[in-house]
């Protein structure tokens, strides 16, 4: 059977369960899931981002007193073990990640979900200081899909000032070196430089990217206009839980990055800095230079590697039209994937690969939310934990990132024969995790699959007919999702 046009699905979304009818439009099926921010279906209890940065800064205090306070080396791993447990130090994350593919296999707005998980990445938290623990899932959940609804800045603003950016970043220890708080004589023995870190990812990262040409006067000014946002305490020496601003931290006067100069001037003592960052902010992202990055960035990763400049210029249109909102950005992405994507291809990263695997093939990925239960007295189960440590086996750990641009979209980086013989051994394993629904046999679950997610299904034909009649189903597992056709969409 063939279906026009059908990997449009794989490409903008996690592909068409076996419960689902093939679309007569399928434009009109992408743009109806990206109108508004659908609810989450997780039916477990879903904790705040305020609530995960109490418990992280609990548990580390905690483990803090236990290494200062215990020298016995068995008495401290004994009491470091149930410190885990009651914290969920090895719970967290993997809920997190189940949370977050309930989401994208079982949602009828997958495409959303893509989205979503596009920005989470774009705005990636460094794997440090057990943020991934503790506070990404909630980051990529609350902070980022909660600004889907509105404009590039909004959401740049709402990262750049959340948790885990200022403490990934360690913008909380930047100081004015001419602040208020630098130059008093109580705090010299104690008081940090400025921290360029955050400054300079939000120009190279975040917004208008290397090829604005910024030098490092721009960065450093950057990083002055962001300073006195920080994570206080109360004492102004510690790491706090929230992010505030405070006026005597912030570097005083005009600070001029890309020609522009921001001036503090005439705003109260209070204000200076907050509506500095907000404008410098405002100007980032009206940026051609930034409006093309991300145009590309959003080609690249819905439509193929090298994105042509009609892909990327459709985005720019809608974009400039509307102020960057972000609903008239992602439609613009969808009419590009679908005017121009069924002439290229795209390789699919670890994680999308591993979602559209379990949804074209009905499976219940990552499992039960009743497994998912924790009575925080003991480790977590295997159930619990396989979320985490299937994404670790194919090498892809979203709440993870080694370096703050992120996983890479560019297809060559999952090519290597180490990260294809990473997917090739996890998909012996697919119908014992739940990558396909156990109920049905195999080969009926694969065809359906193809029909619903495939130009063409030849290539199961031809494939088929070279394992033989006696194929067992954990072969054709492997040979159906090592495909090419399914390894790329």
Avoid at 338 to 354: C, I, T
Avoid at 401 to 427: C, I, M
Wanted: aromatic share 10%.
């Amino acid at each position: 059977m063939i279906s026009s046009g059908s990997r449009f699905y794989r490409k903008v979304g996690f592909g068409l369960r076996a419960d689902e009818d093939v679309p007569t439009d399928r434009l009109g099926w992408a743009l109806e899931q990206v109108k508004d921010i659908p609810s989450l279906i997780w039916p477990g209890q879903i904790r705040s981002v305020d609530e995960m940065n109490d418990i992280r800064t609990f548990f580390l205090s905690a483990e803090e007193k236990l290494e200062q306070n215990i020298k016995d080396p068995t008495e401290l791993r004994t009491k470091r073990e149930t410190l885990y447990h009651q914290t969920g130090r090895r719970y967290f994350e993997p809920y997190e990640l189940a949370i977050r593919h309930y989401q994208s296999v079982h949602s009828n707005k997958a495409v959303f979900e893509r989205f979503q998980n596009f920005w989470g990445n774009h705005f990636a938290i460094v794997d440090k200081i057990k943020l991934a623990t503790f506070n990404n899932g909630p980051y990529h959940r609350e902070t980022i899909r909660n600004q889907m609804d509105k404009r590039f800045a909004d959401l740049v603003m709402a990262t750049t000032l959340s948790f885990p950016m200022m403490r990934s970043l360690d913008n909380f220890l930047s100081r004015g070196p001419n602040s208020k708080f630098s130059k008093n004589k109580k705090h010299k023995k104690n008081v940090n430089g400025l921290n360029e870190n955050h400054g300079r990812e939000l120009l190279e990262l975040h917004t208008v990217s290397p090829a604005a040409g910024y030098s490092q006067e721009d960065v450093i000014n950057s990083a002055y206009i962001l300073t006195g946002w920080g994570l206080w305490d109360g004492t102004k020496e510690k790491e706090g839980k929230k992010v505030t601003f405070m006026s005597d931290m912030h570097e005083p006067g005009t600070h001029k990055v890309l020609a522009k100069s921001y001036k503090s001037k005439g705003w109260s003592e209070k204000e200076k800095g907050e509506n500095q960052l907000a404008e410098f902010v405002e100007d980032l992202c009206a940026n051609p230079i930034c409006i093309d990055f991300i145009s590309t960035k959003l080609c690249r990763h819905f439509i193929c590697d090298e994105p042509t400049k009609q892909m990327i210029d459709h985005i720019k249109v809608a974009w400039k039209a509307s102020d960057g909102a972000l609903p008239a950005i992602h439609i613009a992405v969808l009419e590009a994937a679908d005017r121009y994507g069924d002439a290229h291809h795209k390789f699919q990263s670890p994680e999308v690969w591993l979602l559209q695997s379990a949804r074209m093939l009905g499976g219940n990925w990552p499992g039960s939310p009743d497994n998912f239960e924790y009575d925080f007295k003991q480790n977590p189960t295997n159930n619990m934990r396989q979320p985490a440590w299937v994404l670790e086996e194919i090498g892809h750990s979203p709440f993870r990132a080694k370096q703050p641009n992120g996983f890479p979209d560019h297809g060559q980086a999952w090519l290597s024969p180490e990260y294809l013989v990473r997917r090739l051994t996890l998909s012996q394993s697919a119908r014992r995790i739940g990558l396909i629904d156990k109920t049905r046999p195999v080969a009926g679950m694969i065809k359906e699959a193809i029909a619903r997610n495939f130009e063409d299904g030849t290539f199961w034909d031809e494939l088929t007919a070279k394992l033989g009649s006696q194929v067992d189903d954990k072969s054709l597992c492997v040979a159906f999702l090592c495909s090419k056709e399914v390894l790329q969409s």
